[in-house]
């Protein structure tokens, strides 16, 4: 008979993660972190660094996926490579029949995305994409506040996502600086997520970017319009180049690897009825309930308790796995959030509107 403990060990979760960089040591943190899983494996590339990160975790070291599944008895794999990697890397997972968390954007082009998503979909795959703040309970509450009629009918949505990206942000990840990099595609595409989520569905946008300030393959600052399938329509305005704290890092509180301004905004939801200010939670409506420009409003506060979303998106990763719930971003929700990043590339190359 098994010991209780020796049980418990069989009962965690045996994880690999694709890539121990930047979000993959954070993924490697949050597994350990947790008594039902485990990493089982890295893979990665032969460098010392790598062989430095499984010494510590006293675990394999892989140089493709394919070896790890084939020899670490995996239940799930974290993709958290390059974006250029990440078609191929699901793709043996899907393959081989084993749960897999794939890192935002899904893969770095909308033809390779669909061929995995017809994958996923015609085999029944189990598969997460990792557009984490998804998984925010500031987002659920801002959702949930929509749906609920309190803002009347949405007509507009603003927002931002301006920070300063240090020198060695791109001298530790050089791809970054080339095609399948760029802040439209690390960055942006988390925005897309938000806004479809609180707005609904993208049908068109209008996008215009600028690489001047450090004049690298892809662009440092980009401006888009949106508009949604409700007749609602947004803008957005990115920049990792710009010295300012009006983005989600600097505003939700969620990640403290990022100083905080609690009283900076980065979305503005508006409606006939009511605004809502996106991380502070502020709803502002008309005291009287009578919408009128000449009228006074008043501010209330939505109490939300902040959490950690990648810990909240493991936490559903692991419930994937184990059959208890689906994912909470699909394989084809993933793709449509590409699809429109494509769409702003070809707008901001073409200078013209784009239908999605």
């Known amino acids: 008979m098994n010991s209780p403990a020796l049980e418990a060990d069989m009962d965690r ?3 690999a993660v694709v890539g121990p960089g930047l979000i993959g040591k954070k993924h490697i943190d949050l597994i350990r972190s947790r008594d039902d899983c485990v990493v089982a494996a890295i893979v990665a590339p032969d460098h010392e660094q790598n062989h430095s990160i499984v010494r510590e975790l006293d675990v394999p070291l892989f140089f ?6 084939a020899e670490a008895n995996l239940d799930g794999v974290i993709v958290s490579s390059p974006n ?4 191929e890397q699901a793709t043996a997972c899907i393959l081989a029949g084993v749960p897999v968390l794939i890192e935002k954007p899904i893969t770095d082009s909308f033809d390779s995305g669909l061929e995995l998503v017809t994958l996923a979909e015609s085999s029944g795959a189990k598969v997460l994409v990792g557009h984490h703040r998804a998984h925010s309970p500031l987002l659920a509450a801002a959702r949930d506040l929509i749906s609920s009629g309190a803002l009347g009918r949405v007509v507009s949505i603003m927002g931002s996502a301006l920070f300063y990206k240090p020198a060695e942000y791109f001298a530790a990840g050089p791809w970054r600086t080339r095609k399948g990099g760029g802040p439209i595609l690390i960055n942006l595409i988390h925005e897309i997520g938000n806004y479809r989520s609180m707005c609904g569905e993208i049908v068109g946008v209008h996008a215009m970017t600028s690489s001047a300030a450090r ?4 662009e440092d600052t980009a401006a888009v319009c949106f508009s949604f399938a409700s007749g609602a329509i947004g ?5 990792d180049t710009a010295a300012s704290n009006r983005s989600w ?21 508006s409606g006939t009825l009511g605004s809502l200010s996106v991380p502070s939670m502020r709803v502002t409506s008309y005291a009287d309930g009578t919408p009128s420009w ?7 506060q939505l109490a939300v308790e902040r959490q950690d979303p990648l810990a909240c998106q493991l936490s559903n990763f692991v419930d994937v ?3 208890t719930a689906a994912p909470l971003v699909t394989a084809r929700d993933g793709l449509r959030n590409l699809q429109i990043v494509d769409a702003i590339q070809i707008s901001a190359s073409e200078r013209r509107c784009v239908a999605v």
């Open 321 to 323: 796995i184990r059959g």
């Open 13 to 15: 979760l045996r994880i």
């Open 215 to 218: 004049q690298y393959e892809v």
């Open 64 to 69: 493709s996926v394919q070896a790890a599944l």
């Open 235 to 239: 803008t957005f305005l990115l920049s």
């Open 294 to 300: 000449l009228k006074p409003m008043e501010t209330r």
């Open 84 to 87: 250029p990697f990440h078609a």
């Open 249 to 269: 890092e600097h505003t939700s509180g969620e990640n403290p690897v990022y100083p905080s301004y609690p009283n900076e905004e980065c979305y503005l939801v």
